[in-house]
């Protein structure tokens, strides 16, 4: 079930009416049935491994309470649920490389591969109940309630693609009574609004250009492919902080603050504050649960690279098993560390700092979208033939992706206002100002921009949030 679904738009207002109309004893309940109706909309089968991570995590906090044995109880607890991750996401990209590095000593076998769907979220969840049992064995209390503790791993708006959720702030939120607070409420509409104009009106769109040029980068070359990354840049900003938004706004229709996610990352000066405003539940929980106890910073500047280049790659292998998205990993790592070396050495210019972090994450994420290597290589070396004549170089790009200049108006103008409220919500809290305007005011934004998403929204089919490949 997808949030920008017609399937989605009847099951959040049946659980919110019901939700509220229940007294707080039984609200845990729903919950929980609407996350697990909400996960077996996809397949049905796939119910059993949340609700095996969960039984895993669960039982194995509780025991770690025991404070015999902790070591031990923490890494099962931690294997077991990996082991389930690595089977669905990671188990056919491994048995091809052992298969491999084999035939390098002259070992000839055929690799053993599966065949079965990716769950969606599996990497999301597992990362929160490993996260879980970290806390536990480093002295939280364990969740006695097996219902808030599945719908703590099961909560159906960050569910499939997060925020991933740390314990003190989700669990006791569940197990809260909660009032119906008008503001709150209204205030999740709103995001949700904003994040349904970032996938349908921006990610959608540019996913159309982004994947006939990547579908097929050798019929492809010049600003073609310059605009294809670029769109892709953008494209997956206003797909996944999209999703965040709606997850986020509709966590509050029930009375629950989720984490925020994304803070204008295009407005970074730095890859270190890139990582600071990008996917911020995954950043940091990487920074609390390897970094640091890698030893973080403490151990030399040597170490503290090292550290920093085992959370990239750790990060580029967790988005998915290819060698495209280690290398995106290696991309960063190495970019961050260099920034660690030379960073006071380099001149502060703010605004040509931010055009270069920018740049260069466009450039990493070719190999994030990319299908192969080989894909990337083509696209790095054929995306400046013919820029020597700028005039013809930027038309024939235009004129290969089929962009008029009607339609080139409808790509630019609703980026440029997204830029210009990423900028603006630097400094405040856009939504929440225009809440204070008066009555007619704000109700012409809202109508404003409902009908701009309606109008501007592509014909084509409602795609998937990239992320839940993840």
């Known amino acids: 079930m997808l949030f920008n679904s017609i399937k989605y738009m009847i099951f959040l207002p049946i659980v919110f009416f019901i939700y509220w109309l229940l007294p707080h004893k039984y609200r845990k309940y729903l919950l929980l049935i609407s996350s697990y109706y909400f996960y077996m909309s996809w397949n049905p089968i796939y119910i059993l491994l949340i609700l095996s991570t969960t039984l895993i995590s669960y039982i194995s906090g509780i025991l770690l309470e025991s404070r015999r044995n902790k070591k031990i109880i923490a890494f099962v607890g931690i294997f077991m649920s990996l082991s389930i991750l690595i089977y669905f996401k990671y188990f056919n990209f491994l048995s091809s490389n052992i298969t491999k590095i084999l035939e390098l000593f002259t070992i000839k076998i055929d690799p053993v591969m599966i065949n079965v769907l990716l ?68 205030y999740g509409i709103k995001l949700m609004l904003l994040g349904f104009f970032k996938k349908l009106v921006i990610a959608d769109t540019l996913a159309i250009y982004v994947n006939q040029a990547f579908g097929n980068v050798i019929n492809y070359s010049g600003f073609s492919l310059v605009l294809a990354v670029l769109f892709f840049t953008i494209e997956i900003y206003c797909d996944f902080s999209g999703y965040s938004d709606i997850a986020v706004g509709t966590a509050k229709l029930f009375g629950i603050n989720l984490m925020t996610n994304f ?208």
């Open 119 to 186: 769950p969606v979220g599996i990497s999301f969840y597992t990362f929160q109940t490993i996260g879980y049992l970290i806390d536990v064995y480093y002295g939280e209390a364990a969740e006695r309630d097996f219902i808030s503790y599945a719908t703590f791993v099961s909560f159906f708006p960050q569910l499939v693609a997060g925020p991933i959720e740390r314990t003190k702030n989700l669990l006791p939120q569940l197990k809260q009574k909660h009032i119906f607070n008008y503001n709150q409420a209204t």
């Open 263 to 470: 803070k204008s990352p295009y407005f970074s000066s730095s890859l270190k504050e890139f990582w600071n405003n990008w996917h911020i539940s995954l950043s940091t929980w990487f920074k609390d649960y390897v970094y640091i106890p890698l030893g973080g910073s403490r151990k030399g500047k040597f170490k503290t690279n090292v550290n920093l280049m085992i959370v990239f790659l750790l990060s580029g292998l967790w988005h998915g098993a290819s060698w495209t998205y280690i290398i995106w990993g290696f991309i960063h790592g190495t970019a961050r560390i260099f920034e660690n070396i030379f960073l006071q050495k380099i001149k502060k210019i703010k605004w040509v700092n931010i055009i270069f972090v920018f740049t260069f994450c466009s450039f990493a994420w070719i190999f994030f979208r990319v299908e192969t290597l080989s894909d990337a290589i083509i696209v790095i070396k054929n995306m400046f033939i013919d820029i020597i004549h700028p005039f013809t170089y930027i038309k024939a790009g235009f004129s290969d992706l089929n962009i008029s200049s009607n339609e080139l108006i409808k790509i630019i103008m609703p980026i440029i206002s997204l830029f210009i409220y990423d900028y603006v919500s630097l400094k405040i809290d856009i939504i929440s100002w225009i809440s204070t305007r008066k009555t007619f005011v704000r109700w012409l934004i809202y109508v404003f921009v409902v009908f701009l998403i309606l109008y501007l929204i592509p014909s084509s089919n409602t795609s998937e949030f990239i992320y839940f490949q993840f």
